[in-house]
């Protein structure tokens, strides 16, 4: 049997097989099964996306189809691949599911999936979602009315502070930052981070149009933290990639600093 599965769940041109909208949402349906399964309860979601234009039609498929398997699910929107690996262990959810695609381009994006560990989905489960897939085995009902959820703002707030609390005696007052968001999911996060210890950022590539995404920026094309950071003469460049499970560092005469983070 064909694996969709890789090392980063599974990715792919956004429409096309296996990120149709009709697989889709038969991947929502059963990972529902499969957790019911498992857990012997009705399951729990959370999804994620980062700013590409197919995240909001991909993600109201995942959470037609996982309704349609049983499952209760709900949306932290616009958020970083590790945001959500967080919402899904602090909220109590049995699942966390990204949509991304990380550093590729705009036309692709995927799915992956967290455990409340943290852990990504195991493969025994990943094979039969695609033995679901392929077998045709999955019947997903269209009258499911998805429903809309308003905590994405509490969600969003209680990961800065989970990420704050990690540096409870940082300041960053002297510092003049310029951070590369790469159109990304870290436009919402990166700023008001640094800014609350103090630092004066300056932001580029912070402006997502659902196609902008990586694109000649980022973690990826770092010639243009470079010169932002000697042209304004910060102490520091941070960039990240699309959803910000990846980030490099500039020093303040232009050098890239090793050093990967997540945000």
Known sequence: MQKLFGTDGIRAHAG???LDQENIKVIG??????????LER???FVTGRD????GEWIESAIHVGAMSGGAEIESAGVITTPGVAFVTGQ????????ISASHNPFEDNGIKVFLPNGRKLGEEIERQIEADIFGNSMTVADNVREIVSDRAGIFHQAYIDHLAAFFPELNLENLSIVVDCANGASCAFAGTLLKRFGAKVSMINNEPDGRNINRDCGSLHLEHLQKA????GADLGVAFD???DRSLFIDEKGNIVDGDATL
């Not at 349906?29 to 498992?38: G, K, N, P």
């Not at 909220?91 to 990204?98: E, K, M, P, R, T």
């Not at 950071?229 to 304004?232: G, I, K, M, N, P």
């Open 16 to 18: 096309e097989f296996p």
């Open 29 to 38: 349906a059963s990972l529902a099964r499969h957790f019911t399964e498992t």
């Open 42 to 44: 009705i399951p729990r």
């Open 51 to 54: 700013t590409r234009e197919s």
């Open 91 to 98: 909220f109590g959810f049995d699942a966390g599911i990204v």
């Open 229 to 232: 950071v000697l042209e304004r």
């Open 242 to 244: 699309g959803d910000a």
